[in-house]
């Protein structure tokens, strides 16, 4: 059914996107490769060693295989992928944050720094001959020590993972306010909490597809990316071309959740591939090369300690923390940045003690995985906050209602810069308010009642918060056109990895342009279609790229209605526009008829004007966005198993674009955050060697792992940008650890208190063993 003209912001627009993924319709990155060259690469078994020789004659030698590339090979020797994110100067030294240059080569020089690696790649007719050719490319390693724990590797003397870096360390941070004299009657509760190294596991895998064009000099690349216009920045700057000469194009993304949004060798590699040698060439990750060389996330330590008054408040918050960035991070300002950040939560933070360090192991890259540091700040915070509410005797519920902020306390001032530079005020409505929602929606008397239904597990209830600063700068890039039959195309920088695009900035489009929904068309993500453009990641989509289309929408208005004044010869001002149409002194014009107008053969062809705006939104500063979570967990006595029963999530959003999108992307968060607190682990051995590179041993959560998950939208408008949204892309993620292992706690009893995850069913079943013999 067409949706009118009228308000379609905030309303739950059917998905344009669902019958196509549905019919199995979806155009992905795989479907269009049929007839190129199959690449496979040649990754290294080793963590720490150094490349003695590459033997290739065996490989060439097998039927189908048309050649093996090293790095010299290609021409890419000494080159390094660039970081794709640096904090401003006046954050860099009110927050004493330092980066050190990274080495991160596009394929392997000398030396390899963690297994799956690539180190070669070999070109053949067809897949099964690329692989073939892989297993017949002999690498002649040299061991060296590895080093798999990050905070050895910060010690003096211990392996250096790159020879050309000074150490092991990446970067750093130091944020301190407040004074940390503490009355006697403190209470003081310390822990050291840990996140395990989880990370995106997108259905649809990583892939690459290039040819190169010598009569255009002109390379097509399609890659399966959230940063199309980074991608070719870094194409380009790898092989000495303008970026004229390169176009990026994505296809469908079957889920990326900042995997995606990074920059891979890989996609280096089949540029630099096509133009070489001509051919039409792809790669397509299988699931084992995901699991040991895609971009992983998470994997921090911290040290914390809470001081609290004996009512509870807090009066001093201290975190020491490690990240470990694996062989290296293109994000390791963003992530780093973001922990030391959201580390002050949603309360009143008096004073504050924060240290954080970044460093380089023997284990695969680290990238921004959804919430990218958030979710672990969040976990060292509330169970911190936990801790100290038993030690008091009061509920998690109420230690959190004492600290957190209310609509008075705002807007809540940091005595710090957001990375942008800008001084950080939380600009919520009432952050109580959250609490009092979730706690309405999912209350404590659920656990009892679960607990009549379920004698068989031990039932325990939890709430965590959290806090997130969404929709980053610097800025985004939208296009709005008048195509010829008088309909709307929208195409934006933030390239959609499965967040309804399609729909949601149609929407925006249509309400800006007074015109029915079904006017608007969203082409996704096209170096040729749009100029310039950053990328989707950091909860940012929706408030700029959503903001610069809407600008766009009003801006093409302004230009047709100088179009209109012409064709009617009357003043600009003289013209009125109103749901679609203008009129001039009498004279009715539509978009179509204005199409018509400009085409060749009509009556206004000569102005040779074009009815196509690109606009580039830059927003003050970013948003800002809380929730609560609530959870209900079963663990099963034996077995240590833990289950989510049940979950609530109220958040304090700003107008919600499609509300049935946005409650989609909070429930995928939470079904996210559940398999990182419960299941999933990229583990390595001593020697570097990952342990977990099969769904045998990487155990993602199925659909009856995750229950339904209630949502609660608390509309807070934001002037920071002209549509009122705040982002909501990782509400859903950042609390659901800390919210589990705060349920499982409850659950357990036995003054059990979860400080990692995932959650160890061993320690479960001890804590449960100790319970019973007490």
Known sequence: MSEPAGRLVGRSVPRREDGRFLRGEGAYLADGTARAYQVAFVRSREAAADIVGIDVEQALAVPGVVGVYTVADLGLAMNRIEVLTRPSA????????????????????????????????????????????????????????????????????????????????????????????????????????????????????????????????????????????????AVCAALGVGVETVHMAVPDVGGGFGSKANVYAEEIVLAALARRTGLEVAWVEDRQENLTAAAQGRDQVHDARLSVDPQ??????????????????????????????????????????????AAITNKCIVAQYRGAGRPEASFALERSLDAAAAALGISPEEIRRRNLLRAEDMPYERPLPYRDGVPIAYDGGDY?????????????????????????????????????????GPWEAARVRLDPGGGFVVVTGAASAGMSHETSFAQVAADALEVPFDEVRYARADTDLLEFGVGSFASRSAVLAGSAVHLAGRELIDRAAEVVARLADVPVEAVRYRSGTFQAEGRTVTWPELAVALAPGGALEALGAQ??????????????????????VGVHPSSGVVRVLDYAVAHEGGAEINPTVVAGQVTGGVAQGIGGALTEE?????????????????????????????????????????????????????????????????????????????????????????????
């Open 90 to 233: 006046e954050f860099a030294e009110a927050a004493g944050f330092e980066m050190h240059p990274q080495e991160i080569p596009v394929l392997a020089e000398g030396r390899v720094t963690y297994v799956g690696q690539p180190v070669a790649a070999v070109v053949a007719r067809d897949r099964y001959s690329a692989e073939d050719g892989a297993e017949h490319v002999h690498v002649h390693y040299e061991r060296r020590p590895a080093v798999v724990d990050a905070e050895e590797a910060l010690r003096s003397g211990s392996p250096q993972v790159h020879p050309g870096m000074r150490d092991n360390e990446a970067g750093r941070i130091a944020i301190q306010f407040g004074t940390d004299q503490l009355p006697e009657d403190a209470v003081t509760v310390a822990g050291r909490y840990r996140m395990g190294r989880h990370g995106a596991v997108p259905m649809e895998t990583r892939g690459v597809h290039a040819w190169y064009d010598p009569q255009r000099d002109r390379l097509e690349v399609r890659t399966s990316t959230q940063i199309p216009h980074m991608v070719r920045q």
């Open 312 to 357: 509870g408040r807090i009066l001093l918050w201290e975190d020491d923390f490690v990240v470990d960035i694996g062989s290296g991070s293109l994000w390791v300002g963003g992530i780093v940045a973001n922990t030391g950040i959201h580390l002050l939560g949603p309360y009143r933070v008096p004073a504050a003690r924060i240290r954080g360090r």
């Open 432 to 472: 109580v308010a959250c609490l009092e929602a979730v706690v309405d929606m999912l209350p404590r008397s659920r656990a009892a009642e679960l607990a009549a239904a379920r004698p068989d597990l031990m039932i325990g209830y939890g709430v965590a918060s959290y806090i997130e600063a969404t929709g980053r």
């Open 611 to 632: 009815l196509d705006v690109t606009h580039v939104y830059r927003p003050r500063t970013v948003t800002w966005t809380m929730g609560v979570h609530a959870a209900v």
């Open 682 to 774: 990229f583990t390595y051995g001593p020697d570097g060697q990952p342990t977990a590179t099969t769904f045998l041993t990487y155990q993602v959560p199925a659909t009856d792992d995750v229950p339904r998950v209630r949502v609660r939208h608390l509309a807070v408008g934001t002037p920071e940008n002209p549509i009122g949204v705040r982002g909501a892309g990782e509400s859903g993620t950042i609390a659901a650890y800390a919210v589990i292992a705060s349920a499982v706690d409850d659950a357990v009893g036995n003054d059990l208190h979860i400080r990692s995850t995932p959650v160890s069913r061993a320690l479960v079943r001890e804590a449960m063993r100790e319970r019973s013999l007490a």
